[in-house]
């Protein structure tokens, strides 16, 4: 499933709505460039499964656990980029099963641990233009971005966002 995703509070409000999908168990995989909208749209995945914040960039940790505001699955946010391969994500020793898990960058390293997962791709959305990639340096501002939502696994079979045609299709 493809979403455009104007700004920031956008980005906010997807999160939300997925956050408000998501259960003990589940692993989202957020890929992006840098300035994305990773974080920002795992802030908003927070706020939809109730746990408490404030999300940020996980920079001195590789894993940060948000506890539930409501009794449900923790948020587990992790900062995959800075992991250096599939030994150290081991030593995490996450608990999949119980936990709501969301990583940045996380492609390729966490699609074997599990055999669903929820791929989000996020894009500037830019043309060719060198003026237009000269005038949108500033990260900050608001401006469109390209989302993707591919369900990989029978986790997402039968949802909107499955990349498999439903079975008896
Ligand atoms: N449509 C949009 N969606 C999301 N963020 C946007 C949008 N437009 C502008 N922004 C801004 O872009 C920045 C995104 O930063 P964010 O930390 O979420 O990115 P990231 O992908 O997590 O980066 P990093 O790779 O450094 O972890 C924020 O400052 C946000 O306000
Ligand atoms: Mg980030």
Redesign the pocket.
Known sequence: MHRT????E??EALGRELGGQLRAGDLVVLT?????????LTRGIGDGLRVRGPVQ?PTFVLARTHPSLVGAAPLVHVDAYRLSGAAELEDLDLDFANSVVVA?WGAGLLDDVADSWLEVV?ERRRGGDAADVAASDD???????SVQLLGHGPRWAGTPYSVAPALGA
Do not use: N, Q, W
Request: no cysteine; proline share 8%; hydrophobic share 35%.
């Open positions: 995703v104007a700004d920031t956008a980005m992006g460039p840098l300035g994305a909208g990773k974080t920002t960039s940045e996020i990260l900050e501002a608001d401006e469109p971005r």
